[in-house]
């Protein structure tokens, strides 16, 4: 544990690391640029109907005649701005119930408490359904739900952990000098919770991006933008898998795959740099 | 200071008092007495032991008194006035401060020294320029180089450095009084010598008053001014240190006594041993709380609370029966 020299060498000393520093870097930049190193514009329709991969279509078009390439580059900025966003959102949320909860404890925690078991209990992905069907669909709609769903877990982490952060006799001598709550929770409580929400964090991407992706799958995403998951969803409703055009399925569905893993695998290689017993386990 | 208290041997005049404070923690419809009525004195410059097995109150005692833990009842007073507003308890924590036991865990990780040292001084609103100086300075007094540590995280100390900046936090604020509840009981044997010296250079330098919690008896006696035995949430005996060690008066201070240990061929003598646990303090014994365990134990122990009463010696006094002259004695003698 000594410092950010710790976390480079997880980072860039383990094939995990690398490969979720690599994985993420290079969706990042297409995320970023994708629209101009797109060799075709994604939506225009052509009359060369499902091809398959040709030197002109390198993973061939779609039941529209679009170029399935063009519209994996561009889907690429949805994923991954719905999938940090909601994350964000979600650990900004998750981490104000915990904060709340575990330090003023009382009332506030038992109802932030049953709230909390709400939301883990309920399962998430009908919730989501249902909220994205009576909202209308669109990409600040997707985040939002994806988001407020998923904090749960993320609050009782934080909870868990400023319990026992409140008894610790720092947090003790500060309020000995008479030190205010806001200043306690500023200066003791969140800066060694962080890394916790962090860790944690990251691994909410992996599920925000796959809730992304099953949502517009359903048919519940932004109808005016590509994703992968609408990718998915065109080419399953226009019978593209029974027809054997598998470049119009596999590249999409292989994105969401190595992004997910790439994401989980940073998340569990944080989660095993603060809770170091996790390292013995593996 | 403690020239001028010298020649009038500070009757009277006090840093702190406690007065009867109770303390109750309620848990599954039970109460526990963690202070019973407890009443001590504090004089300016004095080092005060308070002495006890685990589980007696020594360190709901400590916390009680800096308003750390709610009281039931009972009052703290600072120079002889009652500490009630705001503003009293606020010149309380500016005046005495204290020092935890764990130095692994009354240091914020994520803090540098510096931080962690000028912290007391951001939250009670000491001028900004005033900040540098007087770290140094406390620094300097626990022998601490601050331009060497200052810049360090807690991780890249030693348990004993780790105390040193814990002493420091509690100096910077010049307080006039410092509670130090087992300060060395995690340190190895030969830190724990040096952080001694630390504290008692203080006291003698600054006229810095201590008050020292700690189960370990013989440090107590060679440390301490004055002494407090306490058992079961309530103060058993107390007076000079010598006194107190050399010829204790309650039974329950007589086995403690007799249980150190002490470098004799072939023993040191008599040894009483207690006899069973520290009784819970949700069920505390009816009248003398010690009367169960107690070796001399006579006919009205068992219905009659004792108070302290003088002994003999000047300022010992002993929660026991046997100095009770109210109370007929089984035996003529004491």
Same mark, same amino acid.
């Given at each position: 544990m000594s410092g950010e020299r710790g976390v480079r060498e997880l980072l860039l000393g383990t094939w995990r690391g690398r490969f979720g520093i690599a994985v993420l870097a290079l969706t990042v930049f297409v995320a970023a640029f994708g629209g101009l190193l797109a060799p075709y514009d994604p939506y225009a329709s052509s009359t060369d109907v499902l091809e398959?991969?040709?030197?002109?279509?390198?993973?061939?078009?779609?039941?529209?005649?679009?170029?399935?390439?063009?519209?994996?580059?561009?889907?690429?900025?949805?994923?991954?701005?719905?999938?940090?966003?909601?994350?964000?959102?979600?650990?900004?949320?998750?981490?104000?119930?915990?904060?709340?909860?575990?330090?003023?404890?009382?009332?506030?925690?038992?109802?932030?408490?049953?709230?909390?078991?709400?939301?883990?209990?309920?399962?998430?992905?009908?919730?989501?359904?249902?909220?994205?069907?009576?909202?209308?669909?669109?990409?600040?709609?997707?985040?939002?739900?994806?988001?407020?769903?998923?904090?749960?877990?993320?609050?009782?982490?934080?909870?868990?952990?400023?319990?026992?952060?409140?008894?610790?006799?720092?947090?003790?001598?500060?309020?000995?000098?008479?030190?205010?709550?806001?200043?306690?929770?500023?200066?003791?409580?969140?800066?060694?919770?962080?890394?916790?929400?962090?860790?944690?964090?990251?691994?909410?991407?992996?599920?925000?991006?796959?809730?992304?992706?099953?949502?517009?799958?359903?048919?519940?995403?932004?109808?005016?933008?590509?994703?992968?998951?609408?990718?998915?969803?065109?080419?399953?409703?226009s019978g593209a898998p029974s027809a054997g055009a598998w470049w119009y399925v596999v590249?999409?569905?292989?994105?969401?795959?190595?992004?997910?893993?790439?994401?989980?695998?940073?998340?569990?290689?944080?989660?095993?740099?603060?809770?170091?017993?996790?390292?013995?386990?593996? | 200071m403690s020239e001028i208290q010298g020649g009038e041997i500070g009757m009277g005049e006090t840093l702190m008092s406690v007065s009867d404070v109770e303390v109750r923690f309620e848990a599954r419809r039970r109460t526990a007495r963690a202070l019973d009525g407890v009443s001590l004195e504090w004089r300016p410059g004095e080092i005060l032991g308070v002495v006890g097995e685990s589980g007696c109150g020594k360190s709901t005692l400590a916390r009680a008194m800096l308003g750390l833990q709610p009281t039931t009842a009972g009052q703290l007073s600072l120079s002889g006035g009652v500490v009630s507003s705001k503003d009293e308890q606020r010149a309380l924590r500016m005046r005495v401060q204290m020092i935890f036991q764990d130095p692994y865990q009354s240091l914020n990780p994520r803090q540098r020294v510096a931080a962690i040292v000028t912290e007391p001084l951001k939250v009670q609103g000491v001028p900004k320029e005033e900040h540098d100086g007087r770290?140094?300075?406390?620094?300097?007094?626990?022998?601490?180089?601050?331009?060497?540590? +200052?810049?360090?995280?807690? /991780?890249? @100390? $030693?348990?004993?450095?780790?105390?040193?900046?814990? %002493? &420091?936090?509690?100096?910077?604020?010049?307080?006039?009084?410092?509670?130090?509840?087992?300060?060395?009981?995690?340190?190895?044997?030969?830190?724990?010598?040096?952080?001694?010296?630390?504290?008692?250079?203080?006291?003698?330098?600054?006229?810095?008053? +201590?008050?020292?919690?700690? /189960?370990? @008896? $013989?440090?107590?006696?060679?440390?301490?001014?004055? %002494? &407090?035995?306490?058992?079961?949430?309530?103060?058993?005996?107390?007076?000079?240190?010598?006194?107190?060690?050399?010829?204790?008066?309650?039974?329950?201070t007589q086995a403690l006594v007799t249980a150190i240990p002490v470098a004799v061929p072939g023993g040191g003598g008599r040894r009483e041993l207690l006899k069973g646990e520290l009784p819970d303090p949700t069920a505390v014994p009816p009248g003398c709380r010690f009367h169960p365990r107690c070796p001399r134990r006579f006919e009205p122990c068992d219905r009659v609370d004792p108070e302290l009463v003088e002994t003999g010696a000047p300022g010992q006094r002993a929660a026991c029966l046997l100095y009770d002259p109210t109370v007929a004695r089984p035996d003529g003698g004491g």
């Open positions: 398959p991969p040709s030197w002109s279509h390198i993973l061939g078009t779609t039941e529209n005649g679009s170029d399935v390439f063009s519209q994996l580059l561009v889907g690429t900025r949805v994923s991954v701005v719905v999938g940090f966003a909601a994350a964000l959102i979600s650990a900004v949320v998750g981490s104000i119930v915990g904060l709340a909860g575990g330090y003023f404890g009382g009332w506030t925690d038992r109802i932030l408490d049953a709230f909390e078991n709400w939301f883990l209990v309920i399962p998430t992905l009908p919730l989501m359904i249902v909220l994205a069907r009576v909202l209308s669909p669109s990409l600040t709609v997707l985040i939002a739900v994806i988001g407020l769903t998923s904090w749960a877990g993320t609050g009782r982490i934080v909870r868990a952990q400023v319990l026992t952060l409140r008894e610790r006799p720092f947090v003790e001598r500060a309020r000995a000098l008479g030190a205010g709550d806001t200043y306690i929770i500023r200066t003791h409580i969140l800066p060694n919770t962080l890394p916790l929400i962090f860790a944690n964090t990251v691994l909410i991407v992996a599920v925000a991006i796959l809730s992304e992706a099953a949502l517009a799958f359903l048919g519940l995403g932004d109808p005016t933008r590509i994703s992968w998951g609408t990718m998915l969803e065109n080419a399953f409703s590249p999409p569905g292989l994105c969401i795959t190595i992004l997910v893993l790439a994401v989980s695998l940073l998340g569990f290689l944080f989660e095993e740099y603060i809770n170091p017993r996790l390292r013995e386990a593996t | 770290v140094r300075r406390a620094m300097s007094d626990v022998g601490l180089d601050p331009e060497r540590y +200052l810049d360090r995280y807690p /991780h890249q @100390l $030693s348990g004993g450095q780790r105390q040193r900046v814990a %002493i &420091a936090t509690a100096l910077v604020l010049d307080p006039d009084g410092l509670i130090c509840d087992e300060p060395v009981s995690m340190l190895d044997a030969s830190v724990r010598a040096q952080i001694l010296k630390v504290l008692v250079g203080l006291q003698k330098e600054r006229g810095l008053a +201590l008050i020292f919690i700690t /189960h370990d @008896l $013989s440090l107590a006696w060679s440390l301490c001014d004055r %002494i &407090a035995v306490m058992y079961l949430g309530r103060v058993v005996e107390e007076g000079d240190a010598a006194d107190v060690i050399e010829r204790p008066r309650h039974p329950y």
